[in-house]
């Protein structure tokens, strides 16, 4: 009987550069996942700024959008819920903009400068992003998007600026002493976003451009509200200006 000599297998040489790499901890893959997502709800976010600043409302749809930053549908649905909460969070990015257009006025040593300065950023800010302005003021139902009475609030608050700007002009003696603030800036509101609507839809026509209308309405404001025409009239040609 013959038999043969069994050599005791060798083991495998350890794996050489093709082993798979640790998986990185589960924190950064968060972390990283986190920074993805971000990234992608700001881009739906640019590219419907961009849609409507560039084409108009009718060309905003979620399909347009996810095709664009190259996700799928469900990518407006995972980060806002729906198209109108999409819209809303354009909204109130517009409010952020225009707020800080509105900082920008400061205040100075005459109050009727600085009221005139607020009412020319709001006219500005109406004529660079009008399809957001529209959204903001209720001026358009894009994508089914309805104000809520939260909504409104935002726009409520940019109120205060000009509304202090009178009350300053009341403790300055340009205004009379029993003017109600709170009324005026409403009254205020009322011709600006009139002024902005109607010179958006090309009403403001014959030999009058809109900045005329807006020098003509606000020294009118004024000098009703208690203001020397004088002084008004050079007050809001400096705020109007820009200082």
Known sequence: MSTENHEPARPEPPAGPETPARP?????KAGEARRDAAALRRCLLDE?????????PAALSARRLVKAVGASTMAVYTHFGSMPALVRELMREGF???QARVEEVG???????????????????????PDVYAVMFGGSVLA???LTDED??????????????????????????????????????VQMHGLAQLAHAGYI??????????????????TAAGDDPDAAARSIASGLRGR
């Open 24 to 28: 990185a901890p589960p924190g950064r």
């Open 48 to 56: 419907a700024a961009r849609v409507l600043a560039e084409e108009g």
């Open 96 to 98: 952020d903009r225009f």
């Open 107 to 129: 205040q100075g040593s005459d109050p009727v400068v600085e009221l005139a300065g607020l009412c020319r950023v709001y006219q500005e800010f109406a004529r660079a992003e």
């Open 144 to 146: 089914g998007f309805q």
């Open 152 to 189: 409104r609030q935002m726009g409520a608050r940019v109120l205060r600026y000009p509304r202090d700007a009178i009350r300053r002009c009341i403790v300055a003696g340009r205004f009379r002493a029993d003017a109600d603030a709170d009324l005026l800036v409403r009254q205020l509101f």
């Open 205 to 222: 026509l014959g030999g009058y451009s809109p900045d005329d209308v807006l020098a003509g309405g606000l020294r009118g404001f004024a």
